[in-house]
């Protein structure tokens, strides 16, 4: 099997879908269900029919594009990732899992690979939590994570439901069809930019993935009393920002406390009401996104905020309220798919770590339902999430042919 990437291709086609943007080059912005969105899917399914795959949407607008095997009701071997992108990203988060995924695929067939399970390409819907609050909608929903009455309940922030979005954007199928349950699939593996330092720093060109962080995030409102900036004196405040700004400190002091480096915490959101330069705040709502390798540790930093939080409220005479968004579990990676990336990589004579995903992706989702591995190429300083992210046309290349290779051997 002569396998070759069309590294040009591949490339002009993650410049060009970079293009369909909310925002001015090189920033990206495509947020779910957004016309944008709308226009990007419709250039995607463009580019997968061109392929000659046979491609559905489901009910929440995750997009399969099927390439039949020789036994087309075994269960198929899946790739793929994401194509939305929170306010001011850059062009390949995501990204390099679908287009990476789609030139896997042409490379195979161009090489006369005949496949025997079928092998199809996902691009989830709403991998990243911008608008509705909440990440992995779409594997959420494909692998039974999430129930369609807890997606029904969400809303982003105009109001408007999930339900009313989806439909408007032409998704009307009721939401209990998503579910794919555990045959579906005999096994699915994601090609992601690193999104982090170590392949670039260690010069190594490709990361196995072996175990995927687990994600938990909670909002918090804090409510005190608010009141003119010059007469209310020192002593009467309850100035809800202030309580605020002990929290994300004691939430940044427990993260570092937890006695390992894979425990993080993030204070990515806050809003500030009323807003006024000359008003006390009284009320403040914050975001809290917190992971782990270790649901255990995890937890037990969670506890040590909400000793904290008590802690502040009681001294600032202020409430503060707790929302749970999500909180997920690590996912240990499938040993059979892990061993087909490493052979893959051996084949072509690339060198390959083990290592650990500290973002999540809808890996995570697909590994209730399905074996999965995960392929990490590197990225520019690790920076991902801004304009800058960078992941080279070579390094893409690498990461698509070992995709390639593993695809077929699983499908055989
Ligand atoms: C995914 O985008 C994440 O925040 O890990
Ligand atoms: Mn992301
Ligand atoms: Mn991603």
Not at 23 to 39: E, G, N, Q
Request: charged share 25%; proline share 5%.
């Amino acid at each position: 099997m002569n396998l070759e990437i069309d590294q040009d291709s591949l490339t002009a086609e993650i410049e060009e879908l970079a293009a369909i943007s909310e925002a001015d080059p090189p920033v990206v912005t495509r947020i779910v269900f957004s016309p944008t969105d709308l226009k990007a899917r419709a250039w995607l399914i463009a580019r997968c029919e061109k392929a000659r795959l046979a491609v559905r949407q489901d009910a929440i607008g995750n997009i399969f594009a099927r390439w039949e095997g020789s036994e087309p009701n075994a269960p198929a071997v899946g790739t793929g990732s994401h194509i939305d992108a929170i306010p001011n990203a850059g062009k390949y988060d995501g990204v390099v899992g679908v287009l990476g995924g789609l030139e896997a695929i042409r490379s195979l067939q161009r090489c006369g690979f005949r496949p025997k399970q079928s092998i199809e390409l996902l691009m989830f819907t709403s991998e990243e939590p911008t608008r509705f609050g909440i990440g992995c909608l779409g594997s959420r929903l494909l692998s039974g994570t999430m129930t369609p009455d807890a997606a029904r309940k969400l809303v982003d922030k105009e109001d408007a439901s999930l339900e009313e979005v989806r439909r408007k954007a032409g998704f009307v199928e009721p939401l209990e069809d998503v579910e794919l349950g555990s045959v579906y699939y005999k096994a699915f593996v994601e090609l992601h930019i690193e999104q982090g330092p170590l392949l670039e720093q260690r010069k190594i060109p490709l990361g196995i993935v072996t175990s995927i962080a687990a994600p938990a995030s909670f909002r918090f409102s804090i409510e005190g009393a608010g009141g003119h900036a010059g007469a209310v004196l020192m002593p009467e405040r309850r100035d809800a920002l202030c309580a605020a700004s002990e929290l994300i400190l004691a939430i940044e002091d427990a993260a570092k406390a937890s006695g390992a480096i894979d425990t993080v915490a993030t204070v990515g959101i806050c809003n500030v009401f009323p807003g006024a330069v000359n008003s006390i705040p009284s009320r403040v709502s914050l975001t809290l996104d917190i992971r782990d390798t270790d649901l255990a540790r995890r937890d037990t930093v969670m506890r040590a905020i909400e000793a904290a939080r008590d802690a502040i409220a009681t001294k600032r005479y202020v409430s503060i309220g707790e929302e749970l968004v999500n909180a997920d579990a690590p996912s240990q990676c499938a040993p059979e798919v892990v061993e087909a990336l490493g052979q893959a990589c051996a084949k072509h004579h690339f060198a390959s770590m083990k290592m650990v995903s500290r973002a999540y992706h809808d890996s995570l989702f697909m590994s209730r339902i399905a074996p999965v591995a995960m392929l990490f190429v590197p990225c520019f300083k690790g920076y991902s999430h801004r304009p800058d992210e960078f992941a080279s046309p070579e390094d893409i290349a690498r990461g698509a042919l070992v995709l390639a290779e593993t695809l077929a051997s699983l499908a055989s």
